[in-house]
């Protein structure tokens, strides 16, 4: 009879209430009926065959004989079952065969729980080992051997001592304690794991220990990973945090000239999207101004705004000022650096005089540009970043293409927008709003008090070419504002700081004797310009080695001494 299988069952005699029981039983599952020998009835009792005594019993499975009816009646057979060591019991001890059926019963309710257990522990995501009451391993599941790369043959049958002595279970087997958290390595791989042991008490007997195992790999690289990345953010927030905001907006843009409207209404147009935008003019015309207005104006405005001159920055730090670093890089990176990428990240990056760039870094920029990801200098891990560029440049980029100066690729990536800004002498309409913004916006800041021009003054302002553009004319002013000694700059001041940029000297009565029209018709500079030049010419000459002369002593081009002259009539 097989652990688990219902007895097999030769009833003896015909008695109801006995067979009833059978049937019972049978139904349960307890017994298997081979069938009932009666010489009193030929008919089968509730489907259960009529076994014929002719059989040779030798060759039947039978477990138990049970004889319900009168022994006499089968002497002969009980006889011969008796000589085959068959198992007869009567009816007066069926309480012996109830026992049996009972304990089979419980053998079979423990037998299916231990293939329900067992079931469970070999399909559990984590590592089972166990040993008995003696430390030998009876018993490990797939998840250990695949967590630990240790073979079942490894294993089993072995003393928990002899293959892992320091480990969790070994310690709950000796101790008769649990053991919480355990970390250990497995031998020979990388695979970090965390185990948990038991021992085992039945009716207060000890029969053994048990450990479970969890491949914590996965979860401590991501915590590590997690914990990097936190640190980094913490850098960012705190880097992002410091200044990099846009300070301008469209309003900041002083000017009511044509010139000055139609790249206005271009910026404004430019913020409504994340596309690229080159930014051209010359310098000091207010391209960085026209940067901070597009990202304040855009719908990114309250994410980081992070500028980069290009020229400003030596090459050889332009890259790690770009990209970051890692620790240990190179000679003093003594700790990780986020670098301009990262922290404009969700905002705009605003690379100024971007034609300055070196052609190697340009290549890794173009890069940037076009899989949004990089590894800092020194690193090895890819970063993810989305910002938006805008790139300006006063240089001719198209020229410095052609000398192989500038990639042609990052040129087309760059000018998706191109927002030209004019030049002051272009827009000299916009020279006196912008003298009366400058003087009050410098005097908050050196904190003088509120300080005019006179008409005659506003005038040779307006005259002026500035080539210097609005960052020359502020300089200008601000020179102003610190050597007057009055509200009201006079003239005479003002001339003096014009002359001097365009090399003339001139006295008061100079000043006084020249006439400014209401209509401004009148162009008294370029009256002291024309009358500097004249008298310089007089004084070296009208050949072309004196030009020559003549242009190095104005601190002017030979071609430009050409223009004036024929602008001024002076042949």
Request: with cysteine; hydrophobic share 35%; proline share 3%.
């Given at each position: ?8 069952l030769l009833v003896v005699g015909y008695q109801k209430d006995m067979l009833d029981k059978m049937v019972e039983w049978k139904n349960a599952g307890i017994v298997s009926l081979v069938g009932v020998l009666d010489s009193s009835s030929n008919q089968p009792y509730q489907d ?98 695949r967590i630990t790369n240790v073979s079942s043959e490894e294993r089993l049958g072995k003393h928990i001592e002899d293959v892992s002595p320091n480990g969790s279970l070994n310690k709950a087997y000796k101790t008769r304690t649990p053991v919480f958290g355990y970390k250990s ?188 990801e990089f590894e800092r200098v020194g690193g090895l891990k890819k970063v993810h970043v989305d910002f938006r560029i805008i790139a300006a440049t006063n240089a001719d980029l198209e020229k410095l293409i052609s000398e192989g100066k500038f990639r042609e690729d990052l040129y ?160």
């Amino acid at each position: 009879m097989a652990v688990g299988s219902p007895m097999s069952l030769l009833v003896v005699g015909y008695q109801k209430d006995m067979l009833d029981k059978m049937v019972e039983w049978k139904n349960a599952g307890i017994v298997s009926l081979v069938g009932v020998l009666d010489s009193s009835s030929n008919q089968p009792y509730q489907d259960i065959p009529i076994f014929n005594s002719a059989d040779p019993l030798d060759e039947q499975e039978i477990d138990i004989i049970l004889i319900v009816g009168n022994e006499e009646t089968f002497h002969k057979e009980i006889e011969n079952w008796r000589k085959n060591n068959k198992l007869i019991l009567s009816a007066k001890t069926l309480w012996v065969l109830d026992r049996v059926a009972m304990q089979k019963r419980e053998i079979q309710i423990l037998t299916g729980k231990q293939k329900f257990y067992q079931t469970i522990l070999m399909h559990s995501h984590e590592g089972v080992q166990y040993v008995d009451s003696k430390g030998i391993i009876r018993f490990i599941n797939p998840s250990f051997s695949r967590i630990t790369n240790v073979s079942s043959e490894e294993r089993l049958g072995k003393h928990i001592e002899d293959v892992s002595p320091n480990g969790s279970l070994n310690k709950a087997y000796k101790t008769r304690t649990p053991v919480f958290g355990y970390k250990s390595s497995s031998v020979g791989s990388n695979v970090e794991t965390v185990a948990n042991a038991a021992p085992i008490f039945v009716d207060g007997k000890f029969i053994g220990a048990v450990a479970t195992f969890q491949d914590v790999t996965e979860i401590k690289y991501l915590t590590e990973k997690l914990m990097e990345h936190e640190q980094e953010q913490k850098v960012i927030n705190q880097q992002s945090s410091d200044g990099y905001e846009s300070k301008f907006s469209i309003d900041h843009i002083i000017g009511e000239s044509e010139e000055i409207k139609e790249p206005v209404s271009l910026a404004k147009r430019a913020s409504r999207t994340r596309s690229t935008v080159l930014i051209t003019g010359e310098s000091g015309t207010g391209k960085e101004l026209f940067a901070h207005a597009i990202h304040t104006e855009s719908k990114n405005h309250d994410k980081p705004f992070v500028t980069v001159n290009c020229a400003a920055i030596p090459e050889e730090l332009l890259e790690s000022e770009l990209f970051g670093y890692e620790k240990g890089a190179f000679t003093n990176a003594i700790k990780q650096k986020v670098g301009k990428f990262e922290l404009a990240n969700g905002g705009t990056l605003f690379l100024d005089e971007i034609g300055e760039m070196s052609l190697a870094l340009q290549v890794k920029l173009l890069r940037v540009l076009q899989y949004r990801e990089f590894e800092r200098v020194g690193g090895l891990k890819k970063v993810h970043v989305d910002f938006r560029i805008i790139a300006a440049t006063n240089a001719d980029l198209e020229k410095l293409i052609s000398e192989g100066k500038f990639r042609e690729d990052l040129y087309y990536r760059l000018n998706v927008i191109r927002l030209e800004v004019p030049p002051l002498r272009k827009r000299k309409k916009d020279i006196q709003l912008l003298v009366q913004d400058l003087m009050d916006k410098i005097a908050e800041r050196i904190g003088l008090n509120p300080m005019q021009l006179t008409n005659k003054g506003m005038s040779m302002l307006c005259e002026y070419e500035w080539p210097g553009n609005i960052r020359e004319l502020e300089n200008v002013l601000e020179r102003l504002m610190n050597e007057s000694s009055a509200s009201v700059i006079s003239d005479s001041l003002v001339l003096k700081h014009i002359q001097s940029l365009i090399g003339v000297t001139s006295s008061q009565d100079e000043v006084d004797s020249i006439t400014y029209p209401s209509d401004n018709s009148l162009l008294p500079l370029k009256e002291v310009e024309k009358e500097y030049i004249r008298k310089t010419l007089n004084h070296y000459g009208h050949s072309l080695e004196s030009k020559k002369k003549a242009a190095h002593s104005l601190g002017i081009s030979i071609s430009t001494l050409y223009n004036k002259i024929r602008d001024y009539h002076l042949e």
